[in-house]
């Protein structure tokens, strides 16, 4: 059973957190998630895993609720709010993990934002994040093409929640080393079979998702190298992040 489908990013760090959890099994594992939104791609990992903790930290209330609901009787905690300097405000603990998936593009103090997941992680933690490109390089609806233009303006007036912007690589990895941490592993994921997997019937859908990723896991072994017009082919970056040193 693979532990979501939709998304080969996050298909990707699922298998990723679910080998660094049983590896330390049975000791606890604690996972914080920025931008947790519905937190849908997390209801299969802690059913299966009950010692995993989880706190999903999301702005928006109807996501707080909706991921509530679906959480219901796992382990896991919603705080309504904006993931920046959440270390000692929102939650009072350093984490294992700290997950971000396809939340960046849309946050408008991004350095903020990255130094907040730093000052969440254990020393020995990682980042798992990855962002996406196509509301951008091939907006689906005119909503999406009005949010490109509107979401700057009223972020602008201090209004967040339509903010989108195309994440540039270059900012990224600067990003990564104003706020003291190192990339670990970098990918790329999410071709068009993304659109693809939409039309696959539900009994296969997990087949599918297997041998999608598993594609798109041989492409990262090409060397391939990855730059921000290769966003029109590969929707999603991925990277693996941890603290450059221990905090003081
Ligand atoms: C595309 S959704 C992704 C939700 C979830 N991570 C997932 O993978 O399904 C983007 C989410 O980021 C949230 N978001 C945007 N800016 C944020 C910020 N500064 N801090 C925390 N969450 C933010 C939005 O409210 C929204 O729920």
Redo the contacts with the bound molecule.
């Keep these: 059973m693979v532990l979501a489908t939709g998304?080969a990013a996050?298909v990707y760090c699922l298998n990723w957190l679910e080998a660094a959890i049983t590896a330390r099994a049975p000791a606890p594992f604690t996972i914080l998630?920025?931008?947790?939104?519905?937190?849908?791609?997390f209801v299969r990992l802690l059913s299966l895993y009950p010692q995993v903790s989880y706190v999903g930290?999301?702005?928006?209330a109807p996501?707080c609720e909706a991921a509530r609901q679906q959480l219901a009787g796992r382990n896991a905690v919603i705080h309504q709010?904006?993931?920046?300097d959440v270390a000692g405000r929102l939650v009072q603990e350093q984490f294992d993990a700290v997950?971000?998936?396809?939340?960046l593009e849309?946050?408008?103090?991004r350095q903020r934002?990255v130094d907040s997941m730093r000052d969440c992680l254990k020393d020995d933690g990682h980042i798992l994040i990855n962002y996406?490109a196509g509301h951008f390089v091939a907006p689906a609806t005119t909503r999406e093409r009005l949010k490109n233009l509107i979401g700057p303006l009223l972020a602008a007036v201090g209004i967040?929640?339509y903010?989108q912007r195309f994440v540039r690589e270059d900012d990224f990895r600067q990003m990564v080393r104003s706020a003291g941490l190192h990339i670990v592993e970098d990918k790329f994921f999410n071709t068009r079979l993304k659109g693809v997997h939409k039309h696959i019937p539900a009994e296969y859908a997990d087949e599918h998702m297997q041998r999608w990723l598993d594609y798109e896991l041989w492409l990262n072994t090409l060397g391939i190298r990855y730059d921000d017009a290769r966003a029109r082919t590969w929707f999603s970056r991925n990277f693996i992040l941890q603290k450059e040193t221990p905090s003081p």
């Design positions: 998304n996050k998630d920025m931008g947790c939104g519905r937190a849908g791609a930290i999301e702005p928006s996501a709010g904006w993931a920046y997950i971000s998936f396809s939340v849309h946050v408008v103090q934002y996406d967040e929640r903010y």
